[in-house]
């Protein structure tokens, strides 16, 4: 009787495991974007072009820990990462972001905007 429930108390702890937030772990959702190049008129003003950029966006966190994500062609990305405050860094080919800081809590979402400018 006593492997039943060792059983069942093993079986419960892997299966409070799965899936939810990991403890102490925010969400960043954000979109890579490269801003600039040739100005367009938009009902007779001059705006910087916007468009979505593949590559990489890194956060470097306050130890120097780094997490990078992999951003598609939509420019959209996800991650999710332990709380605190990060640097993050954005690379497409020879292009590098805007300086930019995050700060991620647990168990909530933060959105950011991260923008490489087309020289």
Do not use: D
């Not at 956060?59 to 951003?71: D, I, L, R």
């Not at 590098?96 to 168990?107: D, K, M, N, W």
């Amino acid at each position: 009787m006593h492997w039943r429930y060792g059983a069942l108390v093993v079986g419960a702890l892997l299966m409070a495991g799965c899936g939810g937030a990991v403890p102490g772990t925010g969400t960043v959702q954000g979109t890579f974007e490269q801003a600039g190049g040739p100005a367009i008129i938009v009902n007779g003003k001059a705006e910087t072009p916007v468009s979505p950029l593949p590559g990489i966006v890194t956060f470097t966190g306050e130890s120097g820990q780094k997490f990078s994500v992999s951003v598609g062609n939509s420019g959209k990305f996800s991650t999710r990462l332990p709380a605190g405050s990060y640097a993050v860094s954005g690379a497409s080919g020879p292009g590098s972001s805007v300086p930019l800081t995050a700060r991620v809590r647990a168990g909530e979402t933060s959105r950011i905007v991260v923008v490489c400018v087309a020289s």
